[in-house]
């Protein structure tokens, strides 16, 4: 493919726009179009681009889909749009990456999935947490070796509620998938990231306890999420566990990582960017623990709100589309993401014990 790769991104809210920002840092890619049928959405965006001028704007993705002025096309739209949005970008043999969650359920997943695999562009499933550095190197010291034998994972965010969106659709589980899909789908990917291996069941008790109970949108009261405990199971014995609370706002890391092995434990913090050793050296002996600050560039940290993952991200995707470099976040990963998420969903709401068999995993 000749350079640059002409860049279109459906949805122009708050990701679409962290995107703009990561692609100006790029320079084998340009963006050209965006996709948004909220007029002030695209005009706020615009401002983010480097050469507003030249980025056609359009209200669908079918339209910019047809349009010939994209090569590959970011999905940033509403959770609930994903399935509607990739129909066209699938039909014109287009690169996708996908924000996560893939869908917003099983079925519309499982279908995209199916899409992917018989697709002949790059598909891509939008995993920011990744591409972290300090989360990355935190991976690769695990299956490096560096805790030894993995026995245990541990995940811990605590943050903000939920930002407002137009037309306030994340409310609403409906739209989302919920909160153990919408927002946790991160995690449970990094879990088998990290794991190397498949979940065989699911525990979560979560509730809504404290944001949004005042809020009414039509007459209803949101219906989403907001503090859980999830434990998960894999097949080899290993378990993991998330910690999410949504109403503490107050963190100083937002996200703590923790793997705990025969030989040791090793934490990632973020936004501290730290690495944290810990080796087993027996009770009452002199503690050796050693902290490593991972650097991250810091235009990329600049550019978005991730921890500059959705610049290396970037970076990765555009060497898959242009270079035939891995796919290193494929549709089924986004695919299993979503499962254990509904799992989780399912597992909080009926109170009992969700099996992934139940799923058709």
């Known amino acids: 493919m000749s350079k640059p790769v002409r860049f279109g991104i459906v949805g122009s809210g708050m990701m679409g726009r962290e995107h703009i920002r990561n692609l100006n840092l ?35 993705a079918q339209a910019l889909a047809a349009s010939g002025e994209v090569d590959a096309v970011i999905v940033a739209s509403p959770n609930f749009t994903h399935r509607d949005v990739l129909e ?14 893939l869908c917003t359920t099983l079925e519309d997943a499982r279908w995209a999935a199916d899409q992917a695999e018989r697709h002949k562009g ?66 449970f990917d990094l879990m088998r990231l990290i794991i190397q291996d498949e979940p065989v069941r699911v525990y979560c008790s979560g509730a809504m306890d404290v944001n ?17 405990f999830t434990t998960v199971d894999f097949a080899g014995g290993q378990r993991a566990f998330l910690d999410l609370n949504m109403f503490a706002d107050g963190a100083h890391n937002q996200e703590e990582i923790t793997a705990v092995g025969d030989k040791a434990r090793l934490d990632v913090l973020i936004p501290d960017g730290d690495l944290v050793f810990s080796p087993r050296v027996g009770f009452l002996n002199p503690k050796q623990v050693t902290r490593t600050h991972v650097p991250v560039d810091p235009a990329a940290l600049e550019a978005g709100s991730h921890h500059g993952a959705t610049f290396y991200q970037l970076e990765a995707f555009l060497a898959a589309v242009t270079e035939g470099g891995p796919v ?13 998420g509904v799992a989780a969903e399912t597992s909080a709401r009926e109170k009992r014990v969700v099996t992934m068999a139940e799923l058709g995993f």
Request: with cysteine; hydrophobic share 40%; net charge negative.
């Open 88 to 101: 066209p970008l699938f039909a014109a043999g287009l690169h996708i990456l996908c924000e996560k969650p």
């Open 328 to 340: 290193l976040v494929n549709a089924d990963d986004g695919l299993r993401a979503v499962a254990i």
């Open 212 to 228: 949004h109970l005042d809020e009414r949108y039509g007459g209803e009261t949101p219906d989403i999420i907001d503090n859980s």
């Open 26 to 60: 790029l320079p084998d890619a340009r963006l050209t179009a965006l996709a948004d049928p909220v007029a002030s959405s695209l005009e706020h965006a615009l401002t983010e681009a480097t050469n507003p001028a030249t980025v056609k704007t359009y209200d669908t």
């Open 122 to 187: 790059v598909f891509w499933t939008g995993m920011e947490y990744r591409f972290m550095p300090p989360v990355a190197a935190f991976v690769a010291g695990v299956h490096q070796g560096d805790v030894g034998r993995l026995v245990s994972l541990s995940i811990r965010e605590h943050r903000f509620p939920f930002l407002v969106k137009v037309g306030d659709w994340n409310r609403f589980s409906r739209n989302t998938g919920g909160t153990m899909v919408e927002k946790c789908c991160h995690f």
